[in-house]
């Protein structure tokens, strides 16, 4: 497989980059832990975007938020890490794809971000076009070595295994780019099926694991084993299930976790939490969350599930 050049190799390549800068200055600023301008909560709404950006939220806070699709807003060691942004209304793409749903808010309600951890940018049910636009403000966008050829140098590829340092306010945030497969096992998709899942990990920071478009149960228990080795027990996983399907790729192979594979990472993988997205808001996905809670049941392990909805409600995993 080609390797294109990339930015950022590691961790120790940061310090001698311009890069460098923008990392250590993202996040780390005086007033991280005050709400963004545009970000106050209306009172008594239920879908309050950023409600843990509340200066009265505890500090140790660790919010999950689910906008819809994959889309997904993690509050953790304070900072705002947004994972694969996509805030288009329903529409039809060219590719086929069809938004179907529109997302819980707007970009305009998203308040600070620190970081974008982007899978990968050739779908558009994790990349659309109002989520490129939101890439070339965001301070950080970590992806593959091919979205940083695509989009430009705003984006900083990361290959797998590799880290890079996100200075908060309350420390660091190590995260690191691990493998996913965008298919069935042993199948080799090229450069439309390159995807990177990330994981969250350091001093305080509980050990987050982001598959994005993975569809092998046998990849993430490779990741999760060295996971466990090199970093610790897992936390949290958040899982892209919904068995995204095209008859256009694979003749129709699930190109994400089904439901039961979903519930058999999480039982090789055993995080504290299980936070599953990508089963709403597009054309594509086979097996909605119903699907996905009856599969935990039947493995005895529902309790990890937690109970959200792309509906932009704040949910404390702490
Ligand atoms: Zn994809």
Redesign the pocket.
Known sequence: MKRPTFRLAATAALAATASAALLTGCGGDADADEPAAQNTPAAGSTGTPGANTDPATPAAAFTVTHIGGPTTLLEVAGARILIDPTFDQPKKYPSGLEKTQAPAYGPDKLGRIDAVLL??D??D??LDDSGRELLKTAPLVLSTPGAHQRLGDHVTALASWTSTDLKTARGTIKITAVPAL?GPDGVDRGAD?E?TGFVLSGPGVPTTYISG?NASATVAKQVGDRIKSEIGPIDTAVLFAGA?RTPAILDNAP??LTSKDAARVAKDLVPRKVVAVHTDSWNIYSEDMASLVKAFEDQGIAAKLVDIKPDGTAKNLA
């Open positions: 899978s990968h050739q779908h049910d994790n965008h099926g995807v478009d995204a190109l994400t």
